[in-house]
């Protein structure tokens, strides 16, 4: 194989703040993206090459997205993997990860079910799909985190059930309706922390990040501290089973494996972004590839690059921190701009809605001097210091 | 001040290679940048905001450029002067660095006579208004390097005189002309090694990056190492006396110094460049903040980044291997992707011609192990691997 450049030119259904990343390194790489999103003018727009406006389950917007591009993939699980297979197929070009892959990790039962049956370690659940369902998982785990098998993001779908006259309740809340619920029970992991593997799936090679640990409030990531504040025998168990779980993947590309690191130690696998993710942001200044250069890479069947880290890194997401939606405007900017090693990323929302995800802080400790707590305190207390206007 | 983003669109004269990484520096901050270019779909194009088909010197284009950014910069010195002033004015913007900066550059004798007016050590030079003056200084320094005050860059227009009787042929070569010609002569520098500092001048600050030491061939930058291989005495020289220019300019921006190291160890100015300069390509990558991103800082006024060195970087142009001009492909790319640290940055040019800038190659050592000129060996074998088809 001889690799070319100009490179294939990349269609990316959906153009929020990760297409534009994804847009911001691929430019270097001479790799032109192309995005599909609803929204005229979307984060990725500036920076992209093109924009078709159309719906990510748009049969027709996907098809002409495959036709004037070489190579797809997504950004947002909403995009429609029989349309991104058809439009595949009819013209003849990559879609990565796979559609299949897609499809099941849009299903967080049978995202679940598939670890599962490859041996992966994942919290105990349950299939609900009816109010005596639920009620019978309460029963055996004694309380359950209810989860709406499609749809969900940032804890959306989610609701804690303790008792099983709170079934009903729960699932109308959770998925809209006690008939026929399409949903999933899983028992409360009594876990230590949140951790993160990002991990990348190339023409034949495989690569994961350091890991890192999450800090989420109110089930929306806050900040990624990385290295992970853990024993070294946890992240090698959370860097084991990160490459199970991509070994059960199929198609190329980033995966955002989220984990629990339980009380006792043990590796349990949450969730999987099949695309970059919120909590390998810091990769863009903290390693020596970021996620989406090596996502580009992966999709193209380009070799993958270099996960090591260069320094010591925390990212802060910049939320929405209004009560109403309203123009974005955000201020106190030069606050990150002169701290020694701080990087701003502004997404480029026009708009700014309670915890909407804005932007984000990343600081990296050049020196190596600091405590990874004192790091992460001084990068928050510095996204803090931003306020929307 | 409070600065906010969205922050405001940047001007930008020229949307070459420099436009191109300034506009990918500009975008995670949330500055958008709008380019002026008389090439349609110019390098920078599709990474901008837009741009505006013009040329260089056209007061119309300009003048648009002005009525629709914040802020004017310009990244190739062939940007007019007189035109930016008057755009800058009529829009009610500002335009960095200063055109009258541009136009002190602009012009070799103007600029070597504004540094040796500041103090700062330059090559001996005389002023060459006519054949006459020019055997003068050729029988003064017993042989000069003979420059055309304007338009020359990489070299063209620089023609060695050895020879009295050799003037006539050398003005025509140099100016174009004999009669009337606007010239200087320089002494030849007995050159341990060339130099250069990247710095930039912000809103009350200054700050300057490690030397870099710079590999000529044919006039034409090949390679970068950085830290240079010279001695922290030398370095020291080297900053201060960058210091010292960057007192003696005006407006905010990055300038790009290049400078001779004797082989006495002295420190003399060569040439400036008022915008982001190929010798400081390095810092993509090996730096905290980029040449890119503090121009863009610089010019809107904001609070400058950090210049410190991450990793010891090398990094070595690609330049068009071709005899004749074609469409441009460059091959064998993978062996860059597959380097461990190595970065590919392609410039987005179609048609590659001999000796043109197509794109670089960053390298940086993460582990410190290696010996620099053991690291400008392999990283130029790895661009050397590269080759147009």
């Known amino acids: 194989m001889t690799t070319t450049v100009p490179g294939p030119t990349l269609g990316v259904v959906g153009g929020g703040q990760l297409g534009r990343m994804l847009a911001e390194a691929a430019a270097p790489l001479g790799v032109e993206v192309v995005v599909l999103d609803p929204t005229p003018d979307c984060p990725a727009a500036p920076v992209a090459r093109d924009q078709i406006v159309g719906g990510f389950d748009d049969p027709e917007a996907i098809g002409r997205l495959a036709e004037r591009t070489d190579a797809l993939t997504y950004e947002i699980e909403l995009a429609d993997p029989d349309h991104l297979a058809s439009a595949s197929a009819e013209a003849g070009v990559p ?94 992991v009594d876990f230590e922390r949140e951790l993160s593997v990002i991990g990348v799936q190339g023409d034949g090679e495989v690569r994961t ?57 043990e590796i349990l696998v949450n969730e999987i972004a099949p695309r970059p993710h919120n909590s390998g942001h810091w990769s863009i200044e903290g390693a020596v590839t970021s996620q989406f250069e090596q996502h580009a890479r992966a999709v193209l069947g380009w070799p993958l690059g270099s996960t090591r880290q260069r320094a010591p ?36 929302k026009d708009e700014v ?37």
């Open 209 to 265: 990040f350091p890991v890192g640990e999450n800090v989420h409030e109110a089930e929306i990531l806050r900040e990624t501290v990385v290295p992970a504040r853990t024993s070294e025998a946890v992240a090698e168990r959370a860097q084991a089973v990160a490459r199970d779980v991509l070994d059960a993947l199929d198609g190329r590309g980033v995966f955002g494996i989220e984990l629990f690191e339980t009380s006792e130690g």
């Open 353 to 389: 809605r309670p915890l909407r995800k804005m932007g984000h802080v990343t600081v990296t400790d050049e020196t190596g001097g600091s405590e990874p707590t004192a790091l992460l305190e001084s990068t928050r207390e510095l996204r803090d210091e931003l306020g929307f206007q």
């Open 95 to 188: 879609v990565h990860p796979t559609p299949e892959t897609l499809r099941t990790i849009q299903d967080k039962f049978a995202e679940k079910e598939m670890l599962s049956e490859a041996g992966i370690p994942v919290p105990a659940y349950r299939r609900v799909d009816s109010v005596a369902d639920l009620q019978a998982a309460v029963e055996e785990f004694g309380g359950v985190m209810l989860k709406a098998r499609e749809g969900g993001y940032d804890g959306r779908g989610n609701v804690p059930v303790h008792a099983a006259d709170e079934a009903a309740d729960a699932l109308r809340e959770a998925v809209g309706t006690a008939e026929d619920p399409a949903a999933l029970a899983e028992t409360f």
């Open 313 to 348: 890194t925390v990212s802060a997401n910049v939320l929405g921190t209004v009560e109403e939606p309203r123009p974005a405007r955000l201020g106190n900017v030069e606050r990150v701009l002169e701290r020694e090693a701080a990087h701003l990323h502004w997404y480029g």
